[in-house]
């Protein structure tokens, strides 16, 4: 295990420095310790306009990170309703329904300060089914595997929706990142995220066989989080059922 831990550790720094190296990261910088926002995070994002998948969706549910704004902008334009983790998920989730937002402030609402503004909190009992998983990655291998700045957020985010029912393991996860970012190989823990495409600025990857999914919250492993007022919350939940 710590083995794993020491690799993970390894190949997030090496993608740091590549990007941070080859000036291809972007504003917030450096991109330590971040989902690092590339150069080419708009062509990524609209290579997802030609995914059956994307076509589907209804509702999305998109990390916050800033290499994925224009996808929650993308979204927004096209109707449909995101689902955004707020930071570390202090505040649980955010919906940003397109409905009831202007045209003219739909780029607002895609970033995280908008999305607090024109967005509405939510409990988890108001989360509604989700068609897509939107997610962020610092690196990312050809099997699905994928690796995060390292706070095990969007696993958490992922267990809950899981244990809420309104996601389950058909449900597709993509993710944009650069080219440079696409390793030889990421090991894989049980309660690892994957994914089941990944778009870049100059090509569109399907993760084919699917890649497993985790089944629900690993308690365990939560440590710090179980503090966390959400996990509380869905701990009552369950608790009740």
Same mark, same amino acid.
């Given at each position: 295990m710590d083995n794993i831990k020491e690799e993970k550790t390894r190949l997030r720094r090496l993608i740091w420095d590549?990007?941070?190296? =080859?000036? !291809? =990261?972007?504003? #917030?910088?450096?991109?330590y310790g971040r989902i690092p926002n590339?150069? %080419?995070?708009?062509?990524?994002? $609209?290579k997802a306009l030609s995914l059956n998948e994307w076509r589907?969706?209804?509702?999305v549910k998109v990390n916050p990170d800033s290499p994925q704004r224009p996808l929650r902008e993308l979204a927004l334009q096209e109707g449909k309703k995101v689902i955004m983790a707020t930071p570390r998920l202090r505040q649980g989730f955010i919906m940003i329904d397109p409905a009831i937002i202007p045209k003219s402030m739909v780029r607002f609402a895609s *970033?995280?300060? %908008?999305?607090? +503004?024109? %967005?509405?909190?939510l409990r988890l009992t108001e989360i509604p089914p989700i068609d897509m998983i939107i997610t962020g990655c610092v690196a990312v291998d050809r099997r699905g595997n994928r690796l995060g700045k390292g706070g095990g957020y969007a696993e958490i985010e992922y267990a !809950?929706?899981?244990e809420l029912d309104v996601i389950d393991e058909n449900i597709p996860v993509i993710t944009t990142v650069h080219d440079i970012q696409i390793v030889d190989h990421i090991p894989r823990e049980d309660h690892? &995220? *994957?994914?089941?495409? !990944?778009?870049? #600025?100059? /090509? *569109?990857? +399907?993760?084919?066989p699917r890649p497993p999914k985790p089944k629900g919250i690993y308690?365990?492993?939560?440590?710090? /989080? $179980?503090?966390?007022?959400? !996990? /509380?919350? &869905?701990r009552q939940l369950l608790s009740r059922e």
């Open positions: 590549l990007m941070e190296r =080859s000036n !291809i =990261s972007r504003f #917030p910088r450096p991109v590339f150069v %080419g995070a708009e062509e990524a994002a $609209k589907r969706a209804l509702v *970033t995280i300060k %908008g999305a607090f +503004k024109l %967005g509405r909190l !809950i929706l899981r690892d &995220l *994957t994914v089941d495409v !990944i778009l870049t #600025p100059t /090509k *569109t990857l +399907k993760i084919e308690w365990n492993l939560l440590a710090d /989080k $179980k503090d966390l007022p959400l !996990i /509380k919350e &869905l």
